[in-house]
């Protein structure tokens, strides 16, 4: 793949990632803010432990979130300071790209249980 193309394409994938962290962070808020609600309700020690460890688990989340998005940014600033080397953008890795395309499809996979989960108990 020719290097231009590798780029345009890591950039693709960086705006996509963006975009949905974004939205789940947007996401995250509302269950909190829905947990927050039902805590103040809810009278039951057990169901209040519940909501506690949901809202933990959201929260955790977040901080994975962002801290994939400090990664996809870093990735970002190296592939834009190579592009200003001469000869450099060859050094830019897959590996690297891969690593946190690997986050982005397992936070999927867990915000997914999460929330299944959580509307579980709403369930109950």
């Avoid at 890591?10 to 909190?32: A, G, P, Q, T």
């Avoid at 829905?34 to 959201?58: D, Q, Y």
């Amino acid at each position: 793949m020719k290097t231009l193309e590798k780029i345009t394409n890591i950039h693709f994938d960086h705006s996509l990632w963006f975009n949905e962290i974004r939205f789940f962070l947007s996401e995250i808020n509302v269950y909190r803010n829905r947990i927050g609600a039902l805590m103040e309700k809810v009278s039951s020690k057990e169901r209040k432990k519940a909501l506690k460890k949901f809202f933990n688990s959201f929260r955790n989340k977040e901080k994975q979130l962002k801290n994939i998005q400090r990664q996809i940014k870093k990735h970002e600033m190296r592939i834009h300071h190579l592009t200003h080397m001469n000869g450099s953008l060859e050094q830019i890795s897959n590996r690297r790209h891969e690593d946190i395309r690997d986050q982005i499809i397992a936070i999927r996979v867990q915000i997914d249980l999460l929330k299944k989960e959580f509307n579980g108990l709403l369930n109950n």
